[in-house]
């Protein structure tokens, strides 16, 4: 049971999502979209305790993104402003062609890591992002051939069949690591029994990061802690620091959680802990 | 075609950009990055199937002209 890996004293990864697919700056004037306040976000955040940032695309007038050099911009400026931080694309692009998915997967050198959206999830009233079983596999295939390690992203409990059944067509490369998400529509319904049950229902040893949005970040991303799993926050999920009041960057969320998981015990990793952790 | 009510705009509403954003003549607001998809029919979207905002409005406007377009979807 991942308490155990609490009571262990296993040091939690932070995952800090700087941008995001959906909002941009009319949202936040905080949230960076271009490769150089990305790049700079990058930095704030792995100084204050962050291990992972997970990445999106944008244009310079915040519209999404796509391209392999979009994805190479950020990521060169993300290794001007970083020491040593994990950088995991995102693959997830709702409505747009599968194959635009597979570009952030083609920088060089290749992300260490990339998100993998496990099935179907709504958007607004009239948008799904479909993530078929094939658009899944395809995805990973490519991951697999770079080595690239998967971030599986779960955004309800269907997923987690899902999750199981990649397992069974594909050989994953332990630890597999599985993001259970919490909040609104198609998400998993914010509530701390089904967390215990995502948790419970993840195939054996693997790893869990956990992800709340809007509100529920900043306490799910407790209960994460305490059950032995790892954090996800950042402005892509969630722009306040608390009702009414805008979070003023990424770093000011990431040095909440951090000093949430010193207080709770458990050590914070480093960008060098962070890569044994997930087997990178 | 893009969506009538779409414009571009540095300054609207109490915010200002460097850019010039997507903006929603009919919500009277900036629209979101992946809602501006929508706005500009990119990627087979049609903002007048796709989008709530605009079929909650169409009807009472009349309207069916262009809007203004954005960049293309390569960026």
């Avoid at chain 1, 997970?54 to 050099?69: K, L, M, Q, W, Y």
């Avoid at chain 2, 009538?4 to 997507?22: I, N």
Wanted: proline fraction near 5%; hydrophobic fraction near 35%; glycine fraction near 8%.
């Amino acid at each position: 049971m991942s308490y155990e890996r609490f009571l262990a004293d296993e040091p939690v990864v932070v995952t800090a999502a700087l941008t995001g697919g959906i909002h941009g700056k009319e949202a936040s004037p905080n949230l960076p979209e271009t490769p150089e306040e990305i790049g700079q976000a990058a930095g704030e955040v792995e100084a204050a305790g962050a291990s992972v940032v997970h990445v999106h695309a944008r244009r310079d007038n915040g519209e999404r993104a796509f391209s392999t050099e979009r994805f190479q911009a950020i990521d060169e400026a993300i290794r001007r402003y970083t020491d040593d931080v994990v950088i995991q694309h995102t693959t997830g692009a709702t409505q747009a062609p599968t194959e635009k998915r597979h570009l952030s997967l083609r920088t060089d050198p290749p992300p260490e890591m990339a998100s993998l959206d496990m099935g179907p999830l709504n958007r607004y009233d009239r948008l799904t992002s479909e993530n078929t079983l094939a658009t899944v596999d395809a995805l990973y295939d490519e991951m697999a051939d770079r080595g690239i390690k998967p971030e599986l992203e779960v955004f309800n409990d269907g997923h987690l069949n899902e999750v199981h059944g990649l397992l069974e067509r594909r050989e994953l490369t332990e630890p597999v690591y599985a993001t259970l998400i919490f909040g609104p529509g198609t998400l998993t319904r914010p509530r701390p029994a089904n967390f215990l049950n995502a948790v419970d229902n993840l195939p054996e040893g693997a790893l869990f990061n956990t992800l709340g949005f809007g509100r529920h970040q900043l306490p799910f991303a407790t209960m994460g802690i305490l059950f032995g799993g790892n954090v996800r926050v950042g402005l892509e999920d969630n722009v306040y620091y608390r009702e009414g009041e805008l979070a003023e960057s990424n770093a000011q969320l990431v040095e909440r959680v951090v000093g949430i998981a010193e207080d709770l015990g458990r050590e914070v990793a480093d960008t060098s802990q962070a890569r044994d952790v997930l087997g990178l | 075609m893009t969506c009538p009510y779409l414009s571009y705009r540095e300054s609207a509403d109490g915010k200002s950009f460097d850019e010039a954003r997507a903006y929603c003549d009919a919500a009277e607001r900036f629209v979101q990055p992946m809602r501006a998809d929508i706005c500009n029919d990119r990627f087979d979207l049609d903002h007048a199937e796709d989008c709530e905002i605009y079929l909650d409005h169409a009807d009472a406007d009349g309207h069916e002209a262009d809007g203004d377009r954005g960049e293309g979807d390569d960026a």
